[in-house]
């Protein structure tokens, strides 16, 4: 099996997991991995990962504080705040908290880093709603998916600009696997190479009706027309949500001082993006099919 396939099977657990057995039992077993210790590293220039095994978080360091980069589940903010500690970095320097999509698995330590930093949360205008709400669209009552409510202090749309110190990342609206699915944008120092880095939001369908009562109106319109933005982007280092949306892990092994980043891959971008429309393809037929026999 090859990286990419690897990566589109652990990233569509939630298509085909979750509909053999419950969300909760699910959850359940994904939980084991998604809360998984991890060991903090500096990932390109100053881009630091400080995530689970399964959940993937980022430190951005500026010259006037922390950005971060999503969180994990709710009970492992500890593990997350430790592992800045790790780094050197104080949680209390967090000024600003980025949100790529507003699931539990990436918003369930916002609250209470929020409260104790007073950071700024930032995320796409279309997920303040969930965000504030605790919820998963489409599901509102689904007590399994919620997660702990946290205020939006600002939103953002495509192109827009968040700026902090030395530092700015540009908002790409790539909607889909959440409405309001937002991919940053920023560039880093490499040596003497500037490199351009894609916090990727995702792709995959997860739980998402495509058909019937889709999760949200215009759902399908909205990943392919993310699909066709990503892959006309031009990006060097691809990173994500999860650590196998680009094969953290492995990268992490390969670092060694003096040598390339492993991180820095041009191109990976496309070919990810042409594996998750492929998969969306094959989703949105069996979910079609099925509508059908009903």
Wanted: glycine share 10%.
């Amino acid at each position: 099996m090859t990286k990419l396939a690897a990566a589109l099977c652990a990233l569509a657990l939630f298509a085909t997991g979750a509909q053999a057995q419950t969300i909760k039992d699910f959850l359940a077993t994904a939980m084991q991995k998604w809360t998984a210790p991890f060991e903090p590293f500096q990932l390109i220039g100053n881009i630091y990962y400080v995530g689970t095994g399964g959940i993937a978080v980022y430190v951005i360091k500026t010259s006037q504080g922390l950005i971060l980069m999503d969180t994990a589940m709710p009970q492992s903010t500890g593990m997350i705040k430790d592992n800045i500690a790790k780094l050197g970095f104080k949680v209390s320097d967090i000024r600003i908290i980025l949100n790529t999509h507003a699931h539990l698995d990436h918003t369930g330590g916002f609250a209470e880093i929020k409260k104790e930093t007073g950071a700024q949360l930032i995320a796409g205008e279309r997920d303040k709603p969930l965000l504030e709400g605790g919820y998963y669209p489409g599901d509102e009552k689904n007590e399994d998916l919620a997660f702990p409510a946290v205020k939006v202090d600002r939103t953002v749309k495509e192109g827009d600009k968040v700026t902090l110190g030395d530092v700015t990342l540009t908002a790409h609206a790539t909607p889909g696997h959440s409405p309001g699915c937002t991919s940053w944008e920023m560039s880093v120092k490499d040596g003497d190479q500037n490199r351009e880095v894609l916090f990727f939001c995702s792709g995959t369908v997860a739980l998402n009706r495509l058909v019937g009562q889709p999760t949200y109106p215009g759902i399908v319109d909205d990943y392919r027309a993310t699909f066709a933005k990503a892959k006309a982007m031009k990006i060097d280092v691809l990173l994500g949500p999860h650590p196998e949306v680009y094969g953290m892990q492995a990268k992490r092994a390969q670092m060694k001082d003096g040598a390339p980043n492993p991180f820095v891959a041009p191109g990976e971008l496309t070919t990810y993006v042409t594996g998750l429309s492929e998969e969306f393809d094959k989703q949105l037929a069996k979910q079609t099919a099925a509508l059908e026999k009903k």
